[in-house]
């Protein structure tokens, strides 16, 4: 069965993305008031696909594509930083 990182690497691949980062913060969350489930991620995602985006777009493009993690209840919450490679190396 693959990693919630392989999952979510998978799913984003649609955005070419340059550099992929995952870090898995579940534990420091635990006991969390509402978390039914799912785990607390976050990810950096460096891609030319943001490029011309606002950020609240990028967001919205990373989240779209991972929508059925969170309603199935694998992601509670996901800390995306979503930048452009000009962005990123400057």
Same mark, same amino acid.
């Given at each position: 069965m693959p990693t919630m990182q392989e999952m979510i690497e #998978?799913?984003?691949?649609s955005l070419r993305p340059e550099i992929f980062e995952f870090r898995d913060d579940?534990?420091?969350h635990e006991g969390h008031a509402g978390?039914?489930?799912? #785990?607390h991620y976050a990810i950096l995602l460096v891609s030319e696909a943001f490029a011309g985006v606002s950020r609240l777009n990028r967001q919205r493009m990373v989240k779209d594509l991972l929508q059925d993690f969170f309603s199935d209840g694998l992601i509670h919450a996901l800390s995306v930083k979503a930048v452009t490679p000009e962005e990123y190396f400057h």
């Open positions: #998978g799913r984003l691949k579940s534990h420091l978390n039914r489930g799912g #785990g």
